[in-house]
Structure formats: structure tokens, C-alpha cells
């Protein structure tokens, strides 16, 4: 499996290597690659029913956190992986010939190839966090592909909302994969489907409804299925591959995966079936009315996606097999369809399915391969599609499930009609190009899916046997007998299969009053999810925006607004709560000098608050100062007054010499804006002087200083404590401090002299 | 190791001072900033090597016994930092070369740079909180003047605000520090950290963690806080503010991982929850300022501030798979945010512009860089197998042990928005077609030069991602070391507490 | 006198706040220098209060006087003053040059770079 997988992985990112070496000829020797993981597989498969019915390996990768490379291989991700590589080989070959003389191919196919790994990685993983990597990876190479033709804006917003609702969905399935390990107490799958206590686990029903919105955003489930159509704007051969028969079925295997857990929950019966029905019947009727082959196609899909859903979701062994086989048969007509209508459209240029007919003549072959697939999709004997319509009639639960079932079949023969019969038959219609037959590359695939889709159904015990059983099995999670039988004699199920038929006539016939009939479904779907998620996108940037211009408002007083008001909530709000208030009994006396000092700060604060006058303010700045400085003489801290006076007098020189270059004061704030400002510095004033005369009293640890009072003289050798602390006990201070003072100092120079892009120009 | 433990920070001053010695040769200058940053970065690792292997290292500067003398101390974290700015300063280092900006080159750039990196690596290292102090003016001081090197109008006008604020914050740590001393009567962490522990009252305490949290939350750039940021870091000439988005926020969520791991654990103060709370309001209002953006180092600027919430998220829950998530989104952070800013300005210097408006088809005419974009921008919206997924990862896990759901949905929830906002630029800058008239592009100057680092940053990315295992250990390891700080007081006191 | 200091540090930091919400360039300058004092002033005051003595040891003595301030604080503060100082000057530079080249000292017409 991992030989596989770095095959896959090597290959792909080493294909624009190849590209330079090969060229146009690349992609068809590029898938030998998934031709040879494919006969692996079935070598693998092969070996595999002899023990046991699994594989497993795993590699250490981090063990503290439980994590290990671990994969499994059993009939179900044997299923998977034949068609991912199966499928991928002629997919590959294809986009070969699709993009024949176009430089961007070797980065489609590059990218192609990057996807069929991760999905094989998803398929094969067995640890959660394994299987949600090659997830994600399996999103963002879909995004790339959907987003190809990147010059195209449509392409780029299906790219964008393929991956935005992939990828949210993504984080749900991570949410509920990391719940449901942790509840399991392993991150394996093989032991949590296995987990019989889990069940009774109280995040139990959360987890599995966090993995089901994962699952149904990927498979595109109601209402999350407007991405897929939409993603139709990917090349043919992507949309053939991921969008009908690979990654999409991604959240469908991850439902047949969890089968034996999830049953325990009612969400699977009361929701996954439910929303599976409900996915099914919507696709169908919107595929109705649809006129572009790919969109057409791509609304069956959704509704195809629903009936493997619905089916999980009911939880019995029929139903399982039933869902296998519909996954399988799906699988094989739908990418033949795609890559027939990417033929269609790569040869005559034309994608609207009424602007064709008669092409039967121009490619045979093509033809033929439409055909078969067309036949399997209504369901015709002796296919694969006839089959699963078959086991999907007899795995029914009540009249609603049934009749939505036959309803879908009927519109499922429509589009096989529209899709895979009418642009052949009929009168011959001129095109856009001429047209002619595609080269074996693009046809090889169609006519060996459609073919098998019909030797598969003619075989059907030797299909039972090795594909089917072991797929469902797997999904049961425990050894059932099943069989597989094309003709089980004219019972119910035939009936309904014959009136499914026979209702698909009618609906090609009756376009009108059928159309006119599903009208209101496909015009509630006008103000449907699609409509949702434009809007949520607009509100998203809108309110952004909106909320951005009133925090990121510009105003600088705003943002210091918000900062004091945060000091007060948090540390305010404590310091009410919390600190005792130390009362005034230890209070040194304050004597006359300490009195003149202080009354002359007040006047000094009040000056610089209230004068109009710039020269006043900075006197009364330097009137601060100096008081502050006398402050430190009188409580035994001279070189702290010192230095104090000194960058006072250096303080107001600089800036009275600046001010002579500004303008003088102007009153601008209004007075509600000052009483507000006046409000909040008397909050601050009051919480700093309280907080300043609690911190004075309200030593918890006497100080460390004793030492250097002690070490000043003895050790250090200086006299002057402060001194000493300054140049030897903290001499890293002082050393930070000397480099802030150059900095500035070398900061204010430059930008002085420095002017880049202003009246001066630059400097030396 | 003492010499190893003090090269981080005596290193870049050498570098600093050589430079401004040779203040008229620019090619000496940009020789020894590759050159000394190339160095330092190996010290360091072998400093992170030696602390992984012996454990906590400490220095007793002047030899004065701790806690009376200040004390330099590498933990894991710290050691882990030190290399981060190392490596931001050797990749800026190179980048500066590239661009070649002449006219700030011979205006004291190299050394402005060497300093900022003395000072954050001082930040890292210095055990003392007071030093601390010291260190961020420093780092500040230098900041300003690279921030405002060079008078264009943008650049003076995000500078009043940036310095403003900025300002105001080491008031506020000053204010916190003068309280602290007042109460606790040292300086010294490892010290504040044993008597902290041996006390009843702690309503003081609590006081003064809010006011470090305001401190340091201002230059971490936490809501409602963080406002300075968005305004001034677009500003700048490209490699100085890939550096800012590197480095500055990060010392100040380091800043708060030590204090609030170390001394106001939440035993002691019951603040967590509240950092919690300013997690998700982080993210969010970040995200959604980025959301509302149409420029590409705007839109950045923003995701530095969302990418912020989820760092502080891991120091809000407070278990040690909680904390090495913050520290692995640490390292992640600022490898993939320094990387962004240095490609939008590549960009910026070959279009002039960094309006997505006026900017398209890169993907045509720059293949390579649109490469080397998408492997940081998809790593910050944690798109596995990248860093930033597992970054992402670990902090829900820490999430869903203590079952946070409000936490894991937001931090889910951001990282969607920052997948679109990557996407955003992806698609406006890189796949849609070059608008008609197409900006005009500047060929006087080759960008092959700064391409080197952004190739190095996005190696070290996938390093990151496909070496989750090991790296997770180092984080691991040193939130193990941050969840038991005995072992930090021992080292630094050589007591037990 | 711890309650007059406390008072003067509380009337320092509301003050220069005041001043620092207003939109003049100016008076934000001299904003900043009061919270530098104020800040100042409170490490000086949370730090303990002694009268008279300061930490210096005498002539032929090893120790200073018994009871003496902490020096410690006065050494925080004088870093800190001159810290405060290289960032006021360079901050009052800095808002010359942002009147040069902007022509005017309202700091509400300084908002080009936020939205």
C-alpha cells in the first residue's frame, strides 16, 4: 500500500520532469502508473481473502501523541482503490489527449496525479489523522483542478466554494474524528468501528454528528450539494473523475467505513437516511431542465450520491450490498459519461446538449461507449446499473423511500437518454467545430468503463464473490453471506424496475407537463444553499468591513480609549475586588517641605493640563520635574535628583527648539469629548494612586536590597550603592540603557537627514 | 555553554557596533549582517542542542548569585526563541541584500537590525524582570527608528501610532514592574516565581498580572489591544516588517507564556480564563479585520493579529499539550508569517503595488513565486500536511481533552476564514489575469536575491510539517519544562522551592 | 506622606492621559513625559519611602547608615529615566518630521494608513 502510494506521490510530483522529457506523450506512459498500482491492488485483493480479509500496516510517527502511519486494507478500500487507479489510468491517458498541445496540461495532470494518491490515501488510511490529511489534500487538489482554467472568474468562485465548503466540512469531520478517538481511547478506525462501548459514550451521538456534516459537504449531500454543480467548471476529465466517481464518494466510503459504529446512533436512521432520500430526490428533479451535459450530469451525480447515502443510512445488510453495487455501477457509467461529454465538447465545441445530434456517424466509437453507459445508468438488463436499481428496490424501508427511488430512476433514464443517446442519434447538427472521432486516448475509457458495467453485471456471481462480498462485508462489519444474481425472476422489484422504465419514457417523451410539473422544486432551488452561501460570503466581507472601520478606527485616542478601559475592567476591576485598603496608621508625617512641594506639583499638573499657551506647558512640564527631583533629595535618593534635573533641563530645551517648528495650540475636541476624556483620566488617577499607596503598604517579601548594601563596599568596591548596582550588580541594565540612548540618538539623525520620496532626497 | 548562552545577545551588539564603525561601507555592512546572522543562527541551535541534551543553563552575570544579580537563563523555550530570531534575522539579513535599499543601508539599517535582534534575544534569555524591560526598549528603540527609516509619509504617519502605543505599553510595564517590587521585593523571576508561591494575599498579584497582560498584550497585539499593529506594519520598507511580523508580537507572547507559566500560574491568579476569552476575540476580530482587506500586507497584518489569539489560546488552557501546541504555533508562526511578508514584497518591488486590484496573473509571470507562496499562505490556513495544520491540530486536541468546545469551534472556525483569506489572494493576485493597463513592472532591480530566503522559510515550513514528530518532542519537552518550574528556580537559584 | 505621593502619582498618570486623548501633537508629547514621571515617581514610592539617608556608605565606613532608602528602586529609576528620555526625544523627532511631511499636528487627520 505504501509502495503504492509513493509511487503515486513520486510520480506526480515529478511530472513536469517528465513533461520536459517527453512532452505531449507524457500523461499516456504516466498512467502505467495507476494501471500498475491497480494490477497490485488486485493482486493484493487476491492473496488478501485467503487472511482474514484485511491488511494492515503502520509506521511509528509521533508516539506521544498516539499518532502512527497506520493503513488498512480491506474489501471496501480494495473496492476504492481499484476504481481510484482504475478509473485514474484512463483518466490520465485521457487528459493526455485532452490537453493535447496545451502547455497547462502537464499541471493538470501533475495535479492530477497529486489527488489520485491522496485519495488513495484516504481510502487506505486507518488512523483519523491520516485519513484527514489525504482529506483535506483531496480538497485542495479538487480546488486546483476546478479552478484550471484560472483566467476565468466562474471558475475561480466554483473553485473557491468547492473549498470553502469541502474544507468547512473538513473541520467538522476533524472535530468529531478527534472526539470520537479521544471518547475511544484510540485513533484507530479498525479499533473504533470494532469499540462496542463506545456507543454509551455521551459525546458519542456529537461526534458521529460532527463526522456526518464532513461526509455529506464532501458527497455532496442536501444542502450542501450546491458546490458540485457548480464545480463543473473543472476540465472533463476532472470532472469525470472527481467529481462523479472518486473524491465525491470520499464522504460515502467514510459513512460505509463507520456502518458498524454508526448504526448504533439514531442519527443514522433519522438523519442519514433522510438526508440521503432527500439528496436524491433533489439532484434528480434539478437534473431535469438542466440543457449542459456536464451540469446535467452533475445533478444525477448529487442525486446518485444520496441513494449510497440513503442506503448507509439504512443500516441492513440488503441495503449495504445494494449500496456497493449502486456505488460500483455509478462509479463506472457516470465517468464514462463525463469523459464522453468532454469528447463531445473537445471536438465540436459545443456543451449544450439541444445544439447536438447525429454524432454517431462522426465518432463510432464514442458512441458506443455513451451507449453502454447509458443503458447501465437506465438500469437496462444485463448491467451493472439494473443490478443496483434491483438490490435498491428490495432494500426498501416504506413507501416515501420507495417512491423517491422509483421517481429518481425515471429522471436517472431521462438523463442517460439526453446525456449518452441524443447527441448521437437523430439528424446530424452543425457545430461549432466540425468534429470528427476522438483519438483512442479519450475513447479507450468510456468503451472499457461501459463495457464493463455490462461484463461485470453478466458475471455477477464472480463480481458477488470477489468485489461485492468483501466491499460489504467490510461495511457490515461483520462476515454475511452475499450473493449476486442478474436474474431473480419476475418478482417486485422487476415490477418496479419495469415501471421506472417505462416513467423515463414518458419523461423524454413528456418533457413539457413533466418539467412543468418539478417547476417549483427547481425554482425553490433559485433561493436554495447556493443562494445562502453568497449571501453568507457578502455578509462575512460586508460586516467585516464594517467592524473593522469602527475597531480600526484610525483615531489614535480610540485605540488608548480602549487600552485604559481594558487596565480598569481587568486590573480595576480587581483591585476593587481584591486588595484591602491598608489604612493611614504607618503614614510617614509629612512635614512643610513636603507640603510646598507637592501643592507646588498640583499647580504645576494643573498648568500643563489647562494652559492654552505651548511655552507654559513646557515650563510646567519642567516645573514637574524638578519638583519630582527635589522629591528624590528629600527621600535620600541624590543621583536619582541629579540626573533627574539634568534630563529635565535637556527635556525642556528639546522641546521648546521643536515647538518653534509647530504650531501653536488649538482648542479641537468638543466638550462632551473633554468631559469623557476628563471622566476616564480621573478613573486612571484615582486607580494608579491607589494602587501606588496599597503597593507601598502592602509588602508581601521584604526586599532583596540588604545585599548590595552589604556587597556595595566589600565586593564591588564602590561607595555609592546606586552607583555600584548601576555598573556592576545590574550592569546589563545599564548596557541596554546606553544602547537605547544611540539608538535614539542615531534614529533621530537619520530621520532628519533621510527623506526618501520627499522635497530633499536621500543622504550621503 | 556560559559563552554560548550570552552569544545570542552580545553577538548581534558586536555586529551592531562593527557596523556603525564602518558606517560609510555598505558592502562591508551587508557582508557582516549575512555573515554574523549566519553565525549567530548556528550558535543558537547549538545552544537549543545543549539545553535539549543538559537541560536549563544559566548565567549569573558579573558573577553576583542570583536572585541579587540579573541572571540569564535558556530554557527550552527560551533557546527555542533565540533560534526562531536567529533564523528571522539571517532570512532578513539576506532578503536586505536583495533588496537593495541604498539609501537606508547608509542611514544605520544593519545596525538598527543587529540591535533589534540583540534585544529580542535579551527578551528570550534574561531571567529578571526588570531586564525584560530593559530588552523590549531596546527592541523598541530600534524598531521605531527601522520602522520610520526613511520619512516616507506612510511610514511618519503608521510610526506616531505605532510609537505612541508602543509607549504607552512600557509605561504600563513599568508601572506593573515598580507595583511588582513594591510588593514582592525582587526582581528576579525565578525568585518572584518562590515567593509568589509562598504567599496568601494575592490580590495585589492579581492586580499587576492584569497589568502585565495589558503590557504585554499591547505588544503582542491581543484584542482590544492590538490596534497599533494593522496600522503601521504595511508601512514599512518589506524586510523590515517581515521581520516585525516575525519577531515583536512573539516577545510579547513570550513574554506572557513565561510570567504566566512561571509566576502568575493560575493557581495563584485566576487570569487564564480571562486570556482565554481574548483568545477567541483575538482570532476573530483579527480574522475578520483581515477579511475586510484588499492589500496584500494589510491583509497579512491582520492575520498576525488572528494567529496571535491562537498562541495565547494554548497559554489559556493551560495543560502541556495545550503549551507545546502555543509553542509549536510559535515556531511555526514565525517562520510562515515572515515568509508572506517577504513574498508580498517581492511582489511589491516588481509591481510596485500590493493592491490586489492592480495585481494579476503572477501565476503566468512568476510561477515560482506563486509556489513559494502557496506553501507558507496554505500552512498559516493549516492545510495538511504543513505546519500550520499541526500547530492547529494540537491545540484542538489540548481543546477537546478539557472539552473547550466554544474554543474549538472559534479556532475551527478561523482557520476557514484564513484559508479564505489566503485564497482571497491567491485567486486576485495569482490566478486572475493581470488588469488592463498592467501594473507597470519594475526591471531595474532583479528579485533573484530575496528569492534565497523565501526558498529557505518555506523549506524549513515542510521541514516543519513532515517533522511534526520531532519537533512536536522539542515542544513537548519545553512545554513539560514551563508546566514544572521547579526546575527553572532550581537552575537559577540552586534551590528547590 | 505616602498618601500625597500616591495622590501626585495618580494626578501624573490621569494627567498625562488627559493630555495624550487630546488631538494635538504637542500636548501629546507632554502627555507621554508626565506618564514617565508618574511611573517614576510610583516605583519610587511603591518601593518604600525613607527620609533623609540615601544609600551611600561614608568615608572609612563599610556599610552605609542603618536605616537608608533602598537603592535599588533609585537604580530601576535611573535607567528608566533615561530610557524614557532617549524615547521622548526621538518620539518628539519623530512628530516633527510627521508635521513636516503630513502638514499638520491634528492627530485625527493621521488616519491614511489604518482603513
Known sequence: ?764 | ?497 | MELLMAIVVGLLYGGGLFLMQRRNLVKFIIGLAMLSHGANLLIFTAGGLTRGAPPLIGEGETLPPALHADPLPQALILTAIVISFAVLAFALVLFLRAYQTTGTDDLDDLRSTDT
Not at chain 1, 508516539?63 to 478509473?87: H, K, V
Not at chain 1, 516645573?623 to 527635589?630: C, E, F, H, K, R
Not at chain 2, 520619512?151 to 510595564?173: D, T
Request: proline share 5%; with cysteine; net charge positive.
Open chain 2, 1 to 497: 555553554m556560559n559563552g554560548l548562552l550570552i552569544a545570542p545577545v552580545l553577538l548581534p551588539l558586536l555586529l551592531g557596533i562593527l557596523s556603525l564603525l564602518l558606517w560609510h561601507h555598505v558592502r562591508a555592512q551587508r557582508v557582516i549582517a549575512v555573515a554574523g546572522t549566519g553565525l549567530l543562527t548556528l550558535l543558537s541551535l547549538r545552544l537549543l542542542i545543549g539545553i535539549y541534551r543538559h537541560g536549563i543553563q544559566v548565567v549569573h552575570l558579573g558573577n553576583w548569585e542570583a536572585p541579587f544579580g540579573i541572571s540569564l537563563a535558556a530554557d527550552l523555550l527560551g533557546a527555542i526563541m533565540v533560534v526562531l530570531a536567529s533564523i528571522t534575522g539571517f532570512a532578513i539579513a539576506l532578503y536586505s541584500v536583495g533588496a537593495n535599499e541604498r539609501q537606508r543601508e547608509c542611514f544605520g539599517y544593519y545596525p538598527l537590525v543587529h540591535i533589534l535582534i540583540m534585544g529580542v534575544n535579551g527578551a528570550f534569555l534574561t531571567g529578571d524582570i526588570f531586564n525584560l524591560y530593559v530588552w523590549f526598549e531596546v527592541m523598541l528603540m530600534s524598531s521605531f527608528v527601522l520602522l520610520a527609516l526613511g520619512g516616507e509619509k506612510p511610514q511618519i504617519e503608521g510610526g506616531v501610532k505605532y510609537m505612541a502605543l508602543n509607549f504607552f505599553s512600557s509605561v504600563i510595564f513599568l508601572t506593573a514592574v515598580g507595583l511588582l517590587y513594591g510588593v514582592m521585593g525582587t526582581l528576579n523571576l525565578a525568585d518572584l516565581a518562590v515567593k509568589v508561591r509562598g504567599t496568601e494575599s494575592t490580590g495585589m498579584l492579581v492586580v499587576i498580572g492584569c497589568l502585565f497582560l495589558a503590557s504585554f498584550g499591547i505588544k503582542a497585539a491581543i484584542f482590544p489591544l492590538f490596534f497599533w499593529l494593522p496600522a503601521s506594519y504595511h508601512t514599512p520598507p518589506p524586510a523590515v516588517s517581515g521581520l516585525f511580523a516575525g519577531l515583536l508580537t512573539k516577545v510579547g507572547v513570550y513574554a506572557m507564556i513565561r510570567l504566566f507559566t512561571l509566576i502568575f500560574t493560575p493557581d495563584l491568579v485566576h487570569l487564564h480564563g480571562l486570556i482565554l476569552g481574548l483568545a477567541a476575540l483575538t482570532m476573530v476580530t483579527g480574522v475578520l479585520g483581515a477579511a475586510a482587506q484588499f492589500e496584500f500586507r494589510r491583509i497579512l497584518s491582520f492575520h498576525i493579529v488572528s494567529q496571535i489569539g491562537y498562541m495565547i489560546l494554548g497559554l489559556g488552557l493551560f495543560t502541556p499539550l495545550a503549551l507545546a501546541g502555543s509553542i509549536f504555533y510559535l515556531m511555526h508562526h514565525i517562520i510562515v508569517k515572515t515568509n508572506l511578508f517577504l513574498i508580498a514584497g517581492i511582489v511589491h518591488y516588481r509591481f510596485g503595488t500590493g493592491e490586489l486590484k492592480s495585481l494579476g496573473g503572477l501565476y503566468k509571470t512568476a510561477p515560482w513565486l506563486s509556489l513559494l507562496f502557496l506553501i507558507p499562505a496554505l500552512s498559516l490556513a493549516g492545510i495538511p500536511p504543513l505546519s500550520g495544520f499541526f500547530a492547529k491540530l494540537l491545540l484542538v486536541m489540548a481543546a477537546v481533552d478539557i472539552h473547550a468546545w466554544g474554543m474549538i469551534a472559534t479556532a475551527l472556525g478561523v482557520s476557514l476564514l484564513t484559508l479564505y483569506s489566503m485564497t482571497k489572494i491567491w485567486n486576485e493576485a495569482f490566478w486572475k489575469d493581470a488588469p488592463t493597463p498592467p501594473p507597470p513592472a519594475r526591471t531595474d532591480q532583479s528579485t533573484i536575491l530575496m528569492m534565497i530566503p523565501v526558498i529557505l522559510l518555506a523549506t524549513i515550513t515542510v521541514v516543519i510539517g513532515f517533522g511534526a514528530g520531532p519537533v512536536f518532542r522539542l515542544a513537548l519537552a519545553a512545554a513539560n519544562q514551563l508546566m514544572n518550574p521547579s526546575d527553572y528556580i532550581h537552575a537559577v537559584l540552586g534551590v528547590s522551592p
Open chain 1, 1 to 764: 500500500m505504501i509502495g503504492i502510494l509513493t509511487l503515486l506521490l513520486v510520480g506526480g510530483f515529478l511530472t513536469p520532469l517528465f513533461y520536459r522529457r517527453w512532452g505531449d506523450r507524457t500523461a499516456s506512459r504516466l498512467a502505467l502508473l495507476p494501471a500498475l498500482s491497480f494490477l497490485l491492488l488486485v493482486g493484493m485483493g487476491g492473496s488478501m481473502s485467503g487472511q482474514g480479509g484485511i491488511h494492515l500496516i503502520s509506521l511509528t510517527w509521533i508516539p506521544e501523541l498516539n499518532f502512527t502511519l497506520s493503513f488498512a486494507l480491506d474489501g471496501l478500500s480494495l473496492l476504492f482503490a481499484l476504481l481510484i487507479t482504475g478509473i485514474g489510468a484512463f483518466v490520465v491517458w485521457y487528459s493526455g489527449a485532452y490537453f493535447d498541445g496545451d502547455p497547462t496540461g502537464c499541471r493538470f495532470v501533475m495535479v492530477l496525479m497529486l489527488f489520485m494518491a491522496s485519495m488513495l490515501g484516504v481510502v487506505f488510511a486507518d488512523h483519523v489523522i491520516v485519513l484527514f490529511i489525504f482529506w483535506e489534500l483531496t480538497s485542495f487538489t479538487s480546488f486546483l483542478l476546478i479552478g484550471h482554467n484560472h483566467r476565468e472568474e466562474a471558475a475561480r468562485k466554483a473553485a473557491l466554494q468547492a473549498l470553502l465548503v469541502t474544507g468547512a466540512g473538513g473541520l467538522f469531520l476533524l472535530a468529531g474524528l478527534l472526539i470520537l478517538a479521544r471518547a475511544g481511547g484510540s485513533y484507530e478506525l479498525s479499533s473504533l468501528i470494532t469499540n462496542t462501548s463506545l456507543p454509551a459514550h455521551p459525546l458519542f451521538n456529537e461526534a458521529i454528528a460532527l463526522i456526518l456534516v464532513g461526509a455529506f459537504t464532501k458527497s455532496a449531500q442536501v444542502p450542501f450539494h450546491f458546490w458540485l454543480p457548480n464545480a463543473m467548471q473543472a476540465p472533463s476529465p476532472a470532472s469525470a473523475y472527481l467529481h462523479s466517481s472518486t473524491m465525491v464518494k470520499a464522504g460515502v466510503y467514510l459513512l460505509a467505513r463507520l456502518h458498524p459504529l454508526g448504526v448504533e446512533s439514531w442519527l443514522w436512521s433519522d438523519v442519514v437516511a433522510p438526508i440521503g432520500a432527500l439528496t436524491l430526490f433533489t439532484g434528480a428533479v434539478m437534473a431535469y431542465g438542466q440543457v449542459y451535459l456536464k451540469r446535467l450530469l452533475a445533478y444525477t451525480t448529487v442525486s446518485a450520491l444520496g441513494g449510497m447515502t440513503m442506503l448507509i443510512g439504512f443500516g441492513s445488510p440488503a441495503a449495504a450490498k445494494a449500496a456497493v453495487v449502486f456505488l460500483l455501477a455509478h462509479a463506472l457509467y457516470k465517468a464514462s459519461l463525463f469523459l464522453v461529454a468532454g469528447i463531445i465538447d473537445h471536438e465540436t465545441g459545443e456543451k449544450h446538449i439541444d445544439r447536438l445530434g447525429g454524432l454517431r456517424t462522426l465518432m463510432p466509437w464514442t458512441a458506443l461507449g455513451a451507449g453502454l453507459a447509458a443503458v447501465s445508468m437506465m438500469g437496462l438488463p444485463p448491467t451493472l446499473g439494473f443490478l443496483g436499481k434491483e438490490l435498491l428496490y428490495a432494500a426498501d424501508r416504506g413507501l416515501v423511500y420507495l417512491s423517491i427511488s422509483v421517481l429518481a430512476g425515471m429522471f436517472f433514464v431521462y438523463v442517460a437518454y439526453r446525456t449518452g443517446v441524443r447527441p448521437f442519434v437523430g439528424l446530424h447538427r452543425v457545430t461549432q467545430k466540425p468534429g470528427h472521432e476522438a483519438p483512442p486516448a479519450m475513447w479507450a475509457g468510456p468503451m472499457t468503463l461501459g463495457g464493463l458495467s455490462i461484463l461485470l453485471a453478466v458475471f455477477a456471481s464472480v463480481t458477488g464473490k470477489w468485489i461485492v462480498a468483501p466491499a460489504a462485508q467490510a461495511v457490515l462489519g461483520e462476515p454475511t453471506a452475499i450473493k449476486l444474481v442478474l436474474w431473480h425472476g419476475w418478482n417486485r422489484e422487476l415490477m418496479l424496475s419495469l415501471l421506472t422504465l417505462g416513467l423515463g419514457v414518458a419523461a423524454i417523451l413528456l418533457v413539457r407537463p413533466v418539467s412543468r410539473l418539478f417547476s417549483p422544486v427547481s425554482r425553490a432551488a433559485v433561493i436554495g444553499p447556493d443562494a445562502w452561501y453568497r449571501a453568507g460570503l457578502k455578509g462575512i466581507q460586508q460586516g467585516s468591513v464594517g467592524l473593522t472601520r469602527i475597531l480600526q478606527s484610525g483615531y489614535l485616542r480610540a485605540y488608548i480609549d480602549s487600552i485604559v478601559l481594558f487596565i480598569l475592567l481587568t486590573a480595576g476591576w480587581h483591585f476593587l475586588g481584591k486588595v484591602p485598603f491598608p489604612g493611614f496608621a504607618e503614614l510617614h508625617a509629612v512635614d512643610i517641605n513636603d507640603l510646598i512641594l507637592v501643592s507646588l506639583l498640583f499647580v504645576a499638573i494643573a498648568g500643563a493640563l489647562l494652559s492654552r499657551s505651548r511655552m507654559a506647558a513646557i515650563a510646567s512640564l519642567g516645573v514637574i520635574g524638578y519638583g519630582i527631583a527635589l522629591i528624590f533629595v528629600l527621600y535620600g535618593a541624590p543621583d536619582l535628583a541629579m540626573t533627574q534635573m539634568v534630563i529635565e533641563t535637556l527635556t525642556v530645551i528639546l522641546l521648546v527648539l521643536a515647538f518653534y517648528h509647530l504650531p501653536k495650540f488649538a482648542l479641537r475636541s468638543s466638550r462632551p469629548a473633554r468631559i469623557r476624556d476628563f471622566a476616564l483620566a480621573t478613573a486612571v488617577a484615582l486607580f494608579t494612586g491607589a494602587m501606588t499607596y496599597a503597593a507601598s503598604f502592602g509588602e508581601i517579601a521584604p526586599p532583596i536590597s540588604w545585599f548590595y548594601s552589604e556587597n556595595s563596599w566589600l565586593n564591588a568596591y564602590g561607595k555609592n550603592v546606586v552607583n555600584v548596582i548601576l555598573v556592576d550588580f545590574r550592569a546589563m541594565d545599564t548596557l541596554g540603557e546606553i544602547t537605547v540612548l544611540t539608538v535614539a540618538a542615531l534614529g533621530a539623525m537619520a530621520l532628519l537627514k533621510l527623506r526618501i520620496g520627499g522635497q530633499k532626497g536621500g543622504g550621503s
